[in-house]
């Protein structure tokens, strides 16, 4: 066993929250204050309960969840949502509602407009094994009310994993954050706020106005993002299997990828989030950047390397032998249970014991 991993374990011991690694440089008073392995409960606990909503956060939050992740986006008077497509056609009503702008943006409806949506239903009619009746009719959530979620069991508070989705979209939505997460006392704790973009100029920003907070640059292979040796993307190859296309591809070479560590370090991040080529393929498979040499290789640069999105335990194994310290999953308490955390009820009781 390495010596910085003996030092995560006596860590654990010490801290509520602790690192994976013996982190220097400018991570290090951030990266001491991240849970490992981090679990990361990605738009909740949405392998059992629509993403984003109330039922998947509270969800995820009674698995003992480290961190609820979310997508922020911002209503066209000004409030701050969770939601992860560019639109809202897969996951409400907001065809049968406003059908002459279902293909708008979060941008084109004021937030009373996003509140009478469905963002449940959609999700029992695609996942029938897990429908539930309370799930029709759940709403689009607000910042404020994630927090409010997290902040309900003080048992069980998890941290908030932020991303900044599309900053572009949404100028100055980095000091929109700022002041929420001010305002609520979130900034106070070390560690209970992180915050990930796969856009180096918001993490930037998000550097510039919350320096204190953990950040995590996301990384992705293709245009405009890590350079794949291949140049060709899926829909020229006229292959069918995007998730196999995916698993073949890599980084143009070593100094590829580690071009772009350098970019996480230098605007300020303690850590990269790495996409993982699934074992079972799927929507969720992308282009393998956990490997161990690229895990080594963020490591030594002093930076943490949380995989997305592993919902496994195949695949929980791969990733966390190959070193990555924490996992975004869909799948909070089947990662718990894998890791040998206790939990104080199987996800079907809990859901009832939480009106749903």
Do not use: C
Not at 189 to 194: A, H, K, Q, S
Not at 228 to 240: D, I, L, V
Not at 305 to 316: E, I, Q, R, S
């Amino acid at each position: 066993m390495s010596i910085h991993r003996i030092a995560a374990i006596m860590s654990a011991v010490l801290l509520p929250w602790a690192t994976a690694q013996a982190i220097d440089g400018p991570g290090l008073a951030a990266a001491q204050h991240i849970a490992y392995p981090a679990v990361i409960a990605h738009r909740g606990a949405s392998f059992d309960a629509p993403e984003s909503t109330a039922a998947a956060y509270a969800l995820a939050r009674e698995l003992g969840a480290d961190y609820l992740e979310l997508d922020l986006q911002r209503s066209s008077d000004g409030a701050l949502v969770a939601l992860h497509d560019s639109n809202l056609l897969r996951t409400s009503d907001v065809a049968q509602r406003f059908p002459e702008r279902k293909d708008r943006p979060v941008s084109a409806f004021t937030l009373a407009e996003l509140k009478t949506l469905d963002m449940g239903t959609w999700f029992n009619q695609a996942y029938p094994a897990r429908a539930r009746l309370a799930y029709a009719g759940l709403q689009i959530l607000t910042l404020d009310e994630v927090l409010d979620i997290a902040e309900a069991n003080p048992q069980r508070v998890p941290g908030l994993y932020i991303e900044t989705k599309a900053p572009k979209l949404f100028p100055g939505i980095e000091q929109d954050l700022h002041d929420r997460l001010k305002a609520r006392g979130w900034l106070d704790m070390p560690g209970r706020v992180v915050l990930q973009t796969f856009d180096r100029d918001s993490l930037a920003l998000l550097h510039s106005i919350m320096p204190q907070v953990p950040k995590t640059l996301l990384l992705w292979l293709g245009k405009g993002y890590v350079e794949p040796a291949e140049a060709q993307t899926f829909a020229e190859s006229g292959e069918t299997d995007r998730a196999a296309f995916l698993a073949r591809q890599h980084p143009k070479d070593n100094a590829e990828f580690e071009r772009w560590l350098d970019y996480a370090k230098a605007g300020g991040a303690m850590g990269v989030g790495a996409s993982v080529a699934l074992t079972g393929g799927g929507d969720q498979s992308y282009a393998n950047l956990v490997q161990p040499s690229m895990i080594r290789n963020a490591h030594d640069k002093g930076l943490l390397v949380h995989a997305y999105t592993v919902d496994l335990p195949v695949d929980f194994q791969k990733v966390l032998t190959a070193g990555a310290d924490g996992i975004f999953t869909n799948r909070s308490g089947e990662l718990q249970r894998f890791l040998g955390r206790s939990l104080p009820q199987d996800e079907a009781p809990i859901l009832e014991s939480l009106g749903y």
